[in-house]
Each structure stands twice: as C-alpha cells, then as structure tokens.
C-alpha cells in the first residue's frame, strides 16, 4: 500500500510489547484496509508517554489518526466505525472500552461509555481507543511533552486544549476489550502518577499558553 492510500494511521505507543500481538491480530482482521499501523516501543526506563504520542503522529501517513493500546482487542469493523463517523462529521471520537484480568476475558467490566453515546467533554476523551483528524492534532501542537515529567493525565491535557480551541468531541458505539492494566504486568508509573501537575499545565494553557512540539504543516 502506498502512502497517497493509506486513510488512517493506527498508532501504538508501548512499554508492554507482550500486547502487542492481541492488536496485530485484530488488525489483521479489519475490514477496513486502507491504514497503517505505527508502533513505538521505547523501554527506556523513563516514562515518556506524550513524546512517543508526538513521535508517531509525525509518523502518521493518514488524514485520521486512530489511538489503540496494547493488549485491546478491537472488532473487525472497528477501524471502519471510526471512519464513518468521521466522514458523517468531522469531530474527535472516542469508543467505550471494557476491561478484563482473564484471557477469555469473561469477566468484563465497562467504563462509563458503554451506554452513553453522545457529546462528551474533552476532559473526558479516553485515547485508548479513539480518533483524531491529525490535522487538528498539529493545529494545538501534539501532545504535551512538560507532562512526561510525571506519569498519565495525558488524553486528559490534549483533550482539554482541544476542547478550548473549539473542537468537539463524541462517543460512539464501537466497543472494545482491553486486559486490565496491571493485570499480567505490573505498570511500572503508578507510583508517579501526579494529576496536580496536569491542573497546573491546564491552567496555565487557560491563561494563553501555546507549544508545538510537532513542528511541521500538514
């Protein structure tokens, strides 16, 4: 496939590479075919979570970037949901995701999404599946480097500066299945999970502050 086919860029950042193969083969199954799939494993030791975010979107070939993590099993139309509604309106989406401890994953428990589909707040975009017109990621400089200081709140922060540029966000019924985070691998940031930090930045993004750390015009 060359890139002037390529419609959507699925973009994976990691530290847990074991997952990556629940992914691959969900989307080996896809019934939507023209995309790409982009993978940053980058084990450094140090969490870098929005650098890898900006690394792939940079990355990305596809005018829709779609936001998948590892160890998410996806049904076969979910690239094509993403990509029709985004054809409907152009917004930023998100899909509700259930997480499990067990492999056959009988013990699923839903986030809030499940049954509430319908205009969400930015604050309240969850990218661990989820969509993005890559043009409107460059439009607010891609995500915010500052935060890899600490850990997390990152889908928290872009989302937020998203929703103060104007932009709209929607949640649709395109479910997905996700092991459970510390289920077999021990998530090696809890301990420095420091969501004040991220009020902070919010604020001060309130008061005018701009980056860009994509740095280039698409």
Sequence with gaps: MTEANIKISVITPSI???GLEIVRECLLNQTFKDF?????INWTGKHDLNASFNRLIKRA???LVIFLQDYIKIAPEGLQRFWEAYQRETKLYTAPVGKSKKEDYSDVIWD?????YSEVGGTFWEIDWACAPKRILYDIGGFDETLDQYWSCDNVNIGYRLQLKGYKFENIDNPA???DHDAFEE???RKDYHPNFNNERMQAFERGLTIDYLKKVV
């Design 177 to 179: 299945v996700a092991f």
């Design 187 to 189: 998530h090696p940031f």
């Design 36 to 40: 790409e799939w982009l993978v940053d």
């Design 112 to 116: 809030w999404r499940k049954n509430n």
């Design 61 to 63: 070939n596809g005018e």
């Design 16 to 18: 847990r590479p074991k």
